[in-house]
């Protein structure tokens, strides 16, 4: 697991938290949801990082 994967799932539970806890469904919030899907396709197309010793 490296930092794009937890700052991506950090980032999609902080978005599920403010939309269906506190109930803020618009603004600046969806912004949240766009970076982690961004952090998460970057994750699937560049892969696991490769540690060859």
Request: charged share 5%.
């Amino acid at each position: 697991m490296n930092l794009t994967l937890v700052g991506a799932i950090v980032l999609l539970a902080l978005w599920l938290v403010i939309v269906f806890v506190a109930h803020v469904g618009s603004g600046p919030v969806q912004l949240l949801y766009a970076a982690a899907v961004v952090l998460f396709a970057r994750r699937i197309i560049a892969g696991a990082p490769q540690f060859v010793s």
